[in-house]
């Protein structure tokens, strides 16, 4: 006598969160990120003869043309150096993660169609990436504020807290970024012009107080000034930020990390369609 069997059928009503769905595939699969993490950096850097010291050498070059434009032809102080070289290092990182997420989940469309993986990963080990650079790029701001006469303080112990917050407001910016390009991929070049405008509008290569009053709220509607100052705070004026730098700039990166993670995920099933 046969037996019917009963198939298992997907209720997707009995799906948890997407958004906490996602977070806990992402865990399941975090040797994957790790794994990606290698390859950006092994790839990037591959055919290059002076490899990853590059993320070194690119920051610490634009340093030094700011520094003798800025100190050499318009007077400015020789620790205007110090102040350039950790505002590049905040503001590469994030363009470059921003970037990079987008770019990743495009090209990865492949393996999405293919297999399945959490749609954040692309996103995630970019940012991570990003932070492996940030590291290798303290290397030569040390020896700039040696070079310079700024003595590194103990407050930079403190920086691993700014890196997270400008890594959480690189990632919700990125998943949203990625969410948008799936549907519309020309943002990937629109948003090489925002770059360039965002550029300017932070206190990357300037002192806000240089801008007129009336300019001065326009960088203070700017996320990135509250997490290059953060981080620069210790590196530059030598002392732990206050707790309600540290509130603010962290409220900010959270927020913004939960609107992108919680759109991304609400869209991630869509992505293997679309790319």
Request: hydrophobic share 50%.
């Amino acid at each position: 006598m046969n037996k019917t069997e009963t198939l298992p059928v997907y209720d997707s009503s009995q799906r948890g969160l997407p958004a906490l769905e996602e977070l806990r595939e992402l865990y399941r699969y975090h040797n994957l990120v790790f794994q990606t993490v290698r390859r950006n950096i092994v790839v990037r850097y591959k055919r290059s003869v002076l490899g990853i010291a590059w993320t070194m050498l690119n920051p610490l070059g634009t340093t030094l043309i700011l520094t003798f434009v800025f100190s050499r032809v318009f007077g400015g102080p020789a620790t205007y150096a110090v102040y350039v070289l950790s505002g590049l290092i905040c503001w590469t990182f994030f363009a470059q993660a921003t970037n990079d997420s987008m770019h990743n989940l495009i090209w990865g469309g492949g393996l999405i169609r293919r297999i399945y993986v959490p749609r954040t990963v692309f996103a995630v080990s970019s940012v991570v990436t990003g932070l492996v650079n940030i590291a290798l790029a303290l290397v030569p701001l040390l020896v700039v504020m040696l070079v310079t006469g700024i003595t590194p303080q103990w407050s930079m112990l403190v920086l691993p807290i700014p890196a997270l917050f400008l890594a959480m407001f690189a990632l919700g910016v990125g998943l949203l970024l990625s969410a948008v390009a799936i549907y519309f991929t020309d943002v990937t070049e629109m948003y090489t012009i925002v770059l360039t405008a965002w550029f300017y509008l932070s206190p990357v290569i300037y002192k806000p107080d240089l801008l007129p009053e009336k300019f001065a709220w326009i960088v203070m509607l700017n996320p990135m000034y509250y997490l290059i100052n953060l981080f620069r705070i210790p590196i530059y004026d030598g002392r732990v930020p206050t707790l309600q730098e540290f509130l603010v700039t962290g409220g900010i990166a959270l927020v913004t990390l939960l609107i992108g993670w919680f759109i991304f995920s609400q869209k991630a099933d869509e992505f293997a369609y679309r790319v």
